[in-house]
């Protein structure tokens, strides 16, 4: 079989894994790859090439892909599917292997549907948003990233004494500020999952500091508010009785870097998985993983809400105090 790989919308540390592990598992079975550059754009523009398992060495430390990425807009409309399709059956590509989000997925079930291709997902997001599975590639490194950046912030913080916000990424979820606040010790962790009234923040820091605390962190995701706009609203409530007020954007740092471990293996697990499943006929799914084992699940259920961790933020709130 010659297989398309591809990646689309933001990239994640741990997708040359990925890539370096379908490379290789395709060509030990006997099968041929080709590598689409820039995700759905690359397939209109039919800018596609060979990838051998050479062409693969010397990435898997390697942060974003070497595959490039992009958030085509125009893969929404049927004109510029069919440019697509066209290239793929051109190019002889008889699989499609697509390593993204949700909304890559969205594109990904299209093209099983309306080209007949067989396509195979591999689910890469810092946000760890999508449904059915447990895991995403990306967001142990992004965790990893933001707890880096969040104990170096409070060195400052406790030395000025003062409140710092320090918004994450997590577009419409709270993934990485429920881990990376735990890990951390926020006083605050918000999110977007829980409608945490801000009218009650300026109490909460009023009383740590009452306590003893010297600092007084907030780990925010971007879905519940804007780290500046918090800031100007504890200001207004609060001056700066209880210390200078700052606010941190982590934003793409997060993202990048060189991938943990854990997105390194779960990289090859994914990887491999996928490219036997395309190879022994599956049709259209995505790659799950549950409880330690792998499933394959239709597209759809990557859009299925999957609940963060309230026992973490529960401890949190104990154990901040
Ligand atoms: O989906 C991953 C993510 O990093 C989100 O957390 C963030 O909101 C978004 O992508 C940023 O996208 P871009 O890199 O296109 O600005």
């Not at 697509?84 to 697509?98: D, F, R, T």
């Not at 396509?119 to 995403?136: E, K, L, R, W």
Request: proline share 2%; hydrophobic share 35%.
């Amino acid at each position: 079989m010659r297989i398309a790989l591809l990646c689309s919308g933001g990239d994640a540390p741990g997708m040359n894994s990925v890539i370096r592990s379908v490379v290789r598992t395709a060509e030990s079975l006997g099968h041929e790859v080709v590598g689409v550059r820039r995700g759905y754009r690359g397939l209109i523009e039919g800018d596609m090439q060979e990838l051998r398992s050479r062409d693969v060495g010397g990435i898997l430390d390697r942060g974003g892909t070497v595959l490039l990425s992009s958030r085509e807009e125009r893969f929404k409309e049927l004109e510029y599917r069919e440019r697509a399709y066209m290239n793929l059956k051109s190019n002889g590509v008889e699989g499609v292997i697509v390593l993204g989000g949700e909304g890559t997925f969205k594109g990904a079930e299209l093209i099983a549907e309306e080209s007949g291709i067989p396509v195979i997902g591999v689910p890469c997001t810092i946000d760890n948003d999508v449904g059915a599975t447990d895991y995403c590639i990306g967001y142990d490194t992004a965790l990893r990233n933001a707890v880096d950046a969040i104990d170096k912030i409070r060195d400052t913080a406790s030395s000025h004494e003062r409140v710092f916000i320090v918004e994450v990424m997590g577009r419409k979820r709270g993934f990485i500020a429920v881990e990376a606040g735990l890990a951390t010790g926020a006083e605050l962790i918000l999110v977007p999952e829980e409608s945490f009234p801000k009218e009650m923040i300026p109490e909460e820091i009023k009383k740590a500091k009452e306590i003893g605390k010297l600092h007084y962190i907030i780990v925010m995701a971007e879905g519940y508010g804007r780290a500046e706009s918090l800031r100007e609203y504890l200001l207004s409530e609060l001056g700066e009785r209880y210390g200078e007020i700052r606010a941190t954007v982590l934003g793409h740092l997060q993202r990048g870097g060189s991938p943990t471990h854990t997105d390194r293996i779960m990289g090859m697990k994914f990887g491999e998985v996928a490219t036997e499943a395309l190879l022994s006929g599956e049709r259209s799914g995505f790659i799950a993983y549950r409880d330690g084992k792998f499933y394959i699940e239709d597209f759809e259920k990557a859009g299925e809400y999957k609940d963060i961790d309230w026992e973490a933020l529960r401890l949190n709130r104990r154990l901040s105090s």
